[in-house]
C-alpha cells in the first residue's frame, strides 16, 4: 500500500499571498493531480502532471502554478490568494494508464482573511 | 459547462433501507464511470466503476446501473448503513490513452443514514 500525504492540513492566508501547498506519494505512480473541491461544486482539476517536469493545465489553472520536480512531490501555489475565499485542495495520484484509480490525500483546507 | 449532473444533492435513508443515487453525463465520448466516496476530513476513495460496455456491476452491497442511450448512471445501496454515511461523486472519462484519468466529477452527494 501506499500514502499521499499533503502539507499543510490548514492553510490560513491574507488576501493578495502567494501560498504553496505540497504534495508527497509513495506509491511510485507516474500521474499526479490538483483538485479543488468547494462545497456544493464538486471537485475541479487545476493542474496534473504524467510525469517528473510534465505540467498540463486542468479547467481551473488561472490562478495557479504549480510544479513537480520530482515523482513523488507536486505542488500548488495559489499566486494570489482572493479575500474570503475558502476552499479544500486535493491532491491525487494514479498509475499512468487508462482509467485507472485515483489515490486522494486528506487535503489542505484553505482559509483567507 | 457541467459534464456531469448528480442527484439528488442529499437525501437522509433510513438503516436497512435502499440508497439510489443517479448521475447523468453530457459527452458521448465518456466510456468509463466511477463513483467515489468521501468521509468528511478525508480524500474520495473509489468504491466501484464501469466501464460503457457493461450495463451493471455488483461489489457487494454497491451496484452500479449504465444506460448508454439515456447517458445516465446510477448507484444503489441496498441494506444501508449508518457507515455509509458520507458524500458520493459520480464522475466520467473518455478514453485516455496513457496520460492518467482526466476525470468530469459530479457535485456530488450527501448520503445520511439515520439508525
Known amino acids: 500500500g501506499g500514502i499521499i500525504t499533503q502539507t499543510p492540513k490548514f492553510l490560513i492566508g491574507q488576501e493578495g499571498q502567494k501560498l504553496t501547498l505540497k504534495c508527497q506519494q509513495n506509491f511510485n505512480h507516474d500521474t499526479m493531480y490538483w483538485y479543488r473541491q468547494d462545497s456544493g461544486k464538486g471537485l475541479r482539476l487545476i493542474y496534473y502532471s504524467i510525469t517528473e517536469n510534465d505540467l498540463q493545465k486542468g479547467d481551473l489553472s488561472e490562478g495557479y502554478d504549480a510544479s513537480r520536480e520530482k515523482k513523488s512531490s507536486f505542488s500548488l501555489t495559489v499566486t494570489s490568494a482572493q479575500k474570503n475565499e475558502m476552499a479544500v485542495f486535493l491532491c491525487?495520484?494514479?498509475?499512468?494508464?487508462?482509467?485507472?484509480?485515483?489515490?486522494f490525500g486528506h487535503g489542505t483546507k484553505l482559509s483567507v482573511l | 459547462q457541467q459534464q456531469v449532473r448528480q442527484s439528488p444533492q442529499s437525501l437522509t435513508v433510513w438503516e436497512g433501507g435502499t440508497t439510489v443515487l443517479t448521475c447523468s453525463y453530457e459527452?458521448?465520448?465518456?466510456?468509463?464511470f466511477p463513483w467515489y466516496q468521501q468521509f468528511p476530513g478525508e480524500g474520495p476513495a473509489l468504491l466501484i466503476s464501469?466501464?460503457?460496455?457493461?450495463d451493471k456491476k455488483e461489489d457487494g452491497r454497491f451496484t452500479t446501473f449504465f444506460n448508454k442511450r439515456e447517458k445516465k448512471l446510477s448507484l444503489h445501496i441496498i441494506d444501508s448503513q449508518p457507515g455509509d454515511s458520507a458524500t458520493y461523486f459520480c464522475a466520467g472519462s473518455p478514453p485516455q490513452q496513457g496520460t492518467g484519468s482526466k476525470l468530469s466529477f459530479g457535485k456530488g452527494a450527501k448520503l445520511t443514514v439515520s439508525p
Open positions: 491525487a495520484s494514479s498509475m499512468r494508464v487508462t482509467n485507472e484509480r485515483l489515490f
Open positions: 459527452d458521448s465520448t465518456f466510456n468509463y
Open positions: 464501469i466501464l460503457s460496455v457493461s
